[in-house]
């Protein structure tokens, strides 16, 4: 019997509850690719706006907010526009919408796995929480990039964020962003205004742009950002699999599948911290579970669907098989 239920409850999860999808059509003008998708979410958009400004420290909302005009719109000229568009839709300032989508990447707080499945190859997946989580289990969408009328990326996003955390590359590699502690948001702010990328555009270039594995790791392990950040990569051959821990000028530590290694998980701690219980969970599960075993659906049910690395703050459940081009979004409900 509770095997019938647990069967049920993850086909209701992966047929019901799946995130929809939206085309970003690279080819039409940014101030227009994001007409769709903001519109059908307007209301919650602004509603979350309103409370994320409320509860966000005054300071740092307009100190980023002032920024738009003199680091977006000089440095990332196509991502501005797009929040132009975005702002003709909600009626808000762009540059409000800049601090909204810049404040995100500090709280992101997740769970990620690579790992072989029992035909020894690469899978990622993910949980994503979040504060304000009611309403962004209603903004959580896919956004299928396209070019030429052809699908170049597909990531998780949510509507009105220009940025992604979790992506696939269809038959190359997927790659999920964990948030790193920030200890120093006055160096947050300085290099935000110096104009160093944001993590999660910087997701986003690299995906795009990046046509295998090796590219996603060089990219990644290389790059300036405003804040450190876990980041997470499987490809399409048996060992393609890496975590890097990030700092704000690039990679300071990372781990890869080996043949003594089939599996990696990260939370939102460095390595050295032990006491993490997410992090022994995660670990314990995946240990239990052995490689034997392991299958998209089965870390979903018996890893990512546990607490507490599901919880009252899990948005979404992210499924990723690059060598099948496989993508799905579960929407969380409440915890099992």
């Known amino acids: 019997m509770k095997a019938l239920v647990l069967l049920f409850t993850l086909l209701l999860c992966t047929e019901k509850a799946s995130a929809r999808d939206y085309i970003i059509d690279l080819d039409l ?188 790791v060089s990219a990644m392990t290389t790059a300036k950002t405003i804040s450190g950040s876990y980041i997470t990569i499987a490809g399409i051959k048996e060992n393609e699999g890496t975590i890097i821990t990030r700092g704000r000028d690039g990679a300071v530590s990372s781990k890869k599948l080996s043949e003594e290694t089939w599996y990696l998980a990260k939370c939102n701690v460095d390595d050295e911290v032990v006491d993490d219980a997410r992090t022994k969970s995660v670990n314990k599960r995946m240990t239990n579970l052995g490689q034997k075993n392991a299958t998209l659906r089965t870390i979903l049910s018996k890893v990512l669907l546990k607490e507490p690395l599901f919880n009252d703050w899990t948005v979404t459940t992210i499924l990723m098989k690059p060598e099948r081009s496989y993508y799905n979004s579960i929407i969380a409900a409440d915890p099992l």
């Open 29 to 216: 003008p940014p101030t227009a690719r994001y007409n769709k998708v903001v519109k059908d979410h307007s209301e919650v958009v602004k509603e979350l706006y309103l409370q994320m400004k409320s509860e966000a420290n005054a300071t740092l909302w307009t100190t980023v907010a002032s920024a738009f005009n003199t680091v977006a719109m000089t440095k990332y000229k196509e991502y501005a526009y797009e929040l132009i568009g975005i702002s003709r839709v909600l009626g808000i300032p762009a540059a409000e919408l800049y601090a909204f989508n810049c404040i995100y990447e500090l709280y992101v707080m997740c769970t990620s796995i690579v790992a072989r499945d029992k035909r020894n190859k690469p899978i990622l997946e993910r949980n994503l929480d979040f504060y304000f989580t009611p309403l962004l289990r209603e903004l959580h969408v896919n956004y299928v990039y396209t070019r030429n009328n052809k699908e170049v990326a597909r990531c998780g996003s949510f509507a009105s964020f220009i940025g992604v955390s979790t992506c696939l590359k269809p038959g190359a590699f997927a790659t999920s962003m964990n948030a790193r502690k920030q200890r120093n948001l006055n160096e947050f702010l300085v290099r935000l205004l110096e104009g160093k990328a944001l993590t999660t555009l910087l997701m986003r270039e690299m995906v795009l742009k990046s046509v295998n594995y090796d590219e996603a």
